[in-house]
RNA sequence: GGAGGCGUGGCCGAGUGGCUUAAGGCAGCGGCUUGCUAAGCCGUCGUAGGGGAAACUCUACCACAGGUUCAAAUCCUGUCGCCUCCGCCA
């Protein structure tokens, strides 16, 4: 969320970002008015606090019961009844200026090319060569069923579409992709890992601003006799992870906290029937290795870079080409500043498709979350908000297609990379059960 | 699932309607002192929102949300969290 202050101060700038993204919504300016409004409710309100606190003490020294007493008693009534008068004002209106909020997105950063959709987007480096088949290349679905590692049909029987059954080989790739990000990311990035719940409270998701506006894309557990609160199946390990340090304020010098977690990830997938249906681009549920930074502002744009670089390297490691976009004004998510999308070539698609995405928030997520440090060494310093940062590195699912698409053979049979094999009891080669 | 108890500042802990702008201690920070030695002394020591050029000042916050009252950490209601015992359970 954008700061209300810092709104009304560049007004014309923060319409003018907003406009980059086509997201200035009805009415934005005001909020001019709003804010000016909530000052006034505010020294309204607090000079008949100020009296009644006054009149109270003085109520206290008067005999018990006394007329004079009595008299003092109506007068601090009056007080009080103004008193909550402008309170239940300052409320409102901050009610209409959240509101008005909550549902505007973050401003661009500057170097984020302008553009409507993600053919505006900037394509800024390739990494590796496609790989060359001297026969047509087959898509993961068919190879995955051909294998028998891919279960599509037993997927939809359990729980519907967009499930997939992993059997043999197939699971026990899911599972060695992993361990093998997971310890690049503890033993050469120098992250922290983290487990986490994987069903988290409203709260939660509104601090990394998938909520209010984006409810309909998330799984909801409604109440029940159980709990009488909602819960939500996390999107993605960023809602909890961000979250983790919410309302705390961290020492300036623990800065960056670089966390890893691996969680699965639940998405309603809302507005998107019909596409990807086949195979496992686009499932309900799928796996994830999360990347997320919580820096100084000064740090973030770094950090960003490091953070991208970290993912990329799981691409490194594993030998498969992809290509990194900068994404355009039109084509980020709600809360992003500046993105990056890593995208891993698929010969079966003939295209590259998204496999990462890495975004500095800049204060965004951390006004909502209330994420706060203490700049170092500085004890009289006000806390300050931090800059959130977060990426996939990577999503495992597209991972898996990508090695099956990338290493697959004339015959079908899967060349295991060779980063992964110890997490595959050396196994080189999946071939036909 | 049953029964009972408890939530006060970074920590410990006092506080059952006005003398609390939350006592006292510990830790932290700044300084003084250092021959009296795992020390002493003085000061400082929360967050947010207002006003003010500033010094400074006001308002709110004792798990959270409501309520009663001129006045609530203190009384009432609801919610959340934690603890103990019993039962169940991977």
New binding site residues.
Partial sequence: MLDF?DVVERLDEVRAGLGRRGAVPEGFDRIVSLVAER?TA??EG?SR??A??E???A??KLPKGSAEQLEA?EK??AL?DEARGFDARQKQIEAEIEGLLAHVPNVPAADVPDGASEHDNRELRRWGQRPAFDFAPRDHHDLGEHLGILDFERGSKLSGARFTVLWGAGARLERALINFMLDLHLNEHGYKEVYTPFMVKRAALFGTGQLPKFEPDVFRIGASE?R??DLFMIPTAEVPVTNLHGDE?LEGASLPRKYVAYTPCFRAEAGSHGRDTRGLIRQHQFDKIELVHLEAPEASEGGHERLTAAAEQVLQRLGLHYRVMLLCSGDMGFGAKKTYDLEVWLPGQNAYREISSCSNYGDFQARRANL?YRPAGD?KA??RLVHTLNGSALAVGRTLVAILEQYQQADGSIVVPEALRPYMGGLEKITRA
Avoid: M, Q
Wanted: a positive charge; proline letters at 4%; hydrophobic letters at 35%.
């Fill in positions: 202050r000052r505010i020294i607090e606090k100020r009644l606190n009149a109270s003490a109520i206290g008693r601090a009534r009080g159980e009488e609160d304020i706060r004890v006000k806390p």
